[in-house]
């Protein structure tokens, strides 16, 4: 499947940014969870900073596995001002977007038809990573994945 069938189909089931890359190890990465790791930077933070050694191997998370597809939904949408008083919310909090992401990976994975597995905001992967390497989006100054769209 060319990047350009990927991207037509991920549109289709309503993804904004779809991305492939090889399911290999994030050496790099995992060299940086342990060293943070090490220093006591994570505190009680559990998620894919307490096994980095299987967070940064895609390649270990499915039999077989030889590519890891990214994608993104955009949670930007347009709010009303608060009333004076008032406090707000970030716009991410809004709605539950990695369950619908979830369920469009799934959709995304049932037409691609081959062996698959969703994980969204999971513990078990360091998602972040496998989304820059496919070019679903870069690193921003406070770690998160930012789209350009």
């Known amino acids: 499947m060319t990047h350009a069938e990927l991207e037509r189909l991920a549109g289709e089931l309503g993804l904004d ?3 492939a890359a090889a399911a290999g190890p994030y050496e790099e990465t995992e060299r940086h969870i342990r060293e943070r790791r090490a220093r006591g930077l994570f505190a009680d933070m559990r998620f894919t900073m307490a096994r980095p050694e299987e967070s940064c191997h895609p390649e270990m998370l ?3 596995a030889r590519t890891v597809i990214s994608a ?4 930007y949408v347009p709010g009303p ?3 004076a008083g008032e406090g707000r919310l970030p716009r991410y909090t809004w709605s539950d977007r990695y369950a619908e992401l ?3 990976l799934d959709a995304l994975g049932r037409r691609l038809d081959g062996s698959y597995r969703v ?3 999971a513990n078990q992967h360091v ?3 496998a989304a820059a390497r496919a070019g679903v989006g870069f690193y921003g100054k406070n770690t998160l ?3 350009r769209r």
């Open 17 to 19: 940014v779809v991305g």
């Open 62 to 64: 499915l039999q077989g």
């Open 72 to 75: 993104a939904l955009c949670y």
């Open 81 to 83: 001002e608060p009333d």
């Open 102 to 104: 979830g369920e469009k």
């Open 119 to 121: 994980l969204v905001d």
């Open 127 to 129: 998602d972040r990573e």
């Open 145 to 147: 994945l930012i789209t």
